[in-house]
């Protein structure tokens, strides 16, 4: 089974840019979360979808950033402009139900550089 | 509120040793879900193993087994003879049930395992 994918693997882009990372879940999952992984802050939940539809985005560090599900398959993480400090390791997983014994499967990350 | 305490910032161990690496938690929910993830040099997170809190049995998924001890709080994971491979980050955490910790995937700061020779 192919797991959660995301594109692309490594960005790099000029401060002010606008930058789009890119996830498709594991099919029949319905939930989706983006994480951002920096050494000073660990992993960091951004905003998680239930069925497409945005439940917390409370993790959202500012309006510069915004994300989207349009359906089932596929979600943007958008961050315009971007800023040195995005700079960052950016994860979509997804996960089967909301419960406490489902693991979140994870993808191989965005590695995103701002200079 | 859900928090994981991984103590051990760096560990070593020789291959094919044994190694445990720590983890407590706490939360005031009366479900919830303990997992492990491994994280290599190249970046990408796998999940390893999961402990319910109402499993009675310890989780075992290969070289890998989970120390539950429910009234200390701690979920510590155990490898078994630890390969050159096994080198890695590793993330402790937690999924709750109630409303605000069931879906979110809280995790530890994590610990570095070096396998050497």
């Known amino acids: 089974d192919a797991g959660v994918i995301q594109s692309p693997r490594h960005e790099v882009t000029e401060m002010g840019q606008e930058v789009t990372l890119r996830c498709k879940p594991i099919?029949?999952?319905?939930?989706l979360f983006w994480y951002r992984q920096t050494m000073m802050r660990g992993l960091e939940l951004l905003i998680y979808?239930?069925?497409?539809?945005?439940?917390?985005d409370s993790g959202m560090p500012e309006d510069r950033f915004s994300a989207k599900m349009p359906n089932a398959s596929f979600s943007t993480l958008k961050i315009q402009p971007s800023e040195p400090r995005d700079s960052a390791v950016y994860f979509c997983?997804?996960?089967?139900?909301?419960?406490?014994?489902?693991?979140?499967?994870f993808g191989n990350g965005t590695r995103l550089t701002v200079t | 509120a859900q928090k994981i305490t991984q103590t051990q910032p760096g560990m070593f161990v020789q291959e094919k040793e044994a190694v445990t690496l720590d983890c407590t938690y706490d939360?005031?929910?009366?479900?919830?879900?303990l997992f492990w993830y491994k994280q290599p040099s190249s970046g990408e997170m796998i999940f390893l193993i999961y402990?319910?809190?109402?499993?009675?049995q310890n989780a075992t998924e290969g070289r890998y087994s989970l120390n539950f001890q429910k009234a200390r709080k701690s979920a510590n994971l155990v490898i078994s003879a630890s390969q050159l491979g096994d080198s890695a980050m590793y993330f402790c955490?937690?999924?709750?049930?109630?409303?605000?910790?069931?879906?979110?995937?809280?995790f530890g700061t994590g610990t570095r395992l070096q396998v050497t020779l």
């Open positions: 099919s029949g999952h319905d939930y």
């Open positions: 939360t005031s929910d009366q479900s919830y879900g």
């Open positions: 955490a937690m999924r709750g049930l109630t409303t605000g910790t069931a879906s979110k995937l809280t």
């Open positions: 402990q319910g809190s109402y499993d009675e």
């Open positions: 979808f239930n069925n497409n539809v945005p439940i917390d």
């Open positions: 997983a997804s996960s089967l139900g909301r419960f406490y014994n489902s693991p979140l499967h």
